[in-house]
């Protein structure tokens, strides 16, 4: 089937460090999001691409960087600028063309701080 | 610019009670209408569609109708059941540029007591 898969399920960070969220499409979108949600609130936009090798900045990108080298991959790298980075982390894709077109889910990335 | 307000959680009822969660939309184009559920530690479902106006979609006992005159999409329930528990967002998506952008509301959410 196909679908999005996000790994790991659950990340930790030490101070300092980087790390990189893992996602895989297997749907042959060619748009990708990255979302962050906090306890108890809806969805903020960190990256967006809408095409290999292009991506551009939603609107909480300080603190986090992503490539897309392959359509089927957005992976996002949570930098030791991003001073809060306890969150869910939840990517996304659609296909282009239509408005019509819903946006897919992973089941997401809890990311925590030791 | 566009956006999606849906009312505030959380909300409580008791099994085989009529659920209304109100969703309102402001869009500079022709969006599409989404209804999305998230369960506890998972990512966002697809609940339900609709592209046009006056459409009126349902799945899983849920329904919501497109009301361009109003600018709503309310999601409704005839009788929730303590499965329904969850946070439901209400999302569209319209045409920028060269790709489709999408806003979320807050998300709501919705407990069923038995």
């Known amino acids: 089937d196909g679908g999005i898969t996000q790994s790991p399920k659950y990340l930790f960070r030490k101070e300092g460090q980087n790390v990189t969220l893992s996602c895989e499409q297997n749907l042959n979108h060619d748009a990708m999001y990255w979302y962050r949600q906090d306890p108890g609130q809806g969805l903020r936009l960190i990256y967006y691409?809408?095409?290999?090798?292009?991506?551009q900045k939603g609107d909480i990108a300080e603190g986090y960087s992503v490539s897309r080298e392959k359509k089927e991959s957005f992976p996002l790298t949570v930098t030791s600028a991003q001073k809060n980075p306890t969150a869910f982390y939840l990517c996304?894709?659609?296909?282009?063309?239509?408005?019509?077109?819903?946006?897919?889910f992973g089941d997401g990335t809890r990311l925590s701080i030791l | 610019g566009d956006s999606v307000t849906q009312m505030e959680g959380p909300v409580t009822l008791s099994e085989e009670a009529f659920l209304t969660i109100n969703c309102t939309y402001t869009a500079t184009g022709y969006p599409s209408l989404f209804w999305y559920v998230q369960y506890p530690g998972e990512g966002l479902q697809l609940l339900l569609k609709?592209?046009?106006?006056?459409d009126k979609e349902s799945n899983k006992g849920f329904e919501a109708t497109y009301r361009k005159e109003t600018t709503s999409f309310h999601l409704e329930k005839g009788s929730v059941q303590v499965s329904d528990s969850a946070v439901y967002f209400c999302a569209l998506s319209d045409r920028s540029g060269t790709g489709n952008q999408f806003y979320f509301g807050t998300g709501t959410s919705l407990t069923v007591i038995p």
């Open positions: 691409s809408q095409i290999v090798n292009d991506f």
């Open positions: 996304a894709s659609t296909g282009q063309g239509s408005v019509n077109q819903p946006q897919h």
């Open positions: 609709a592209t046009k106006a006056d």
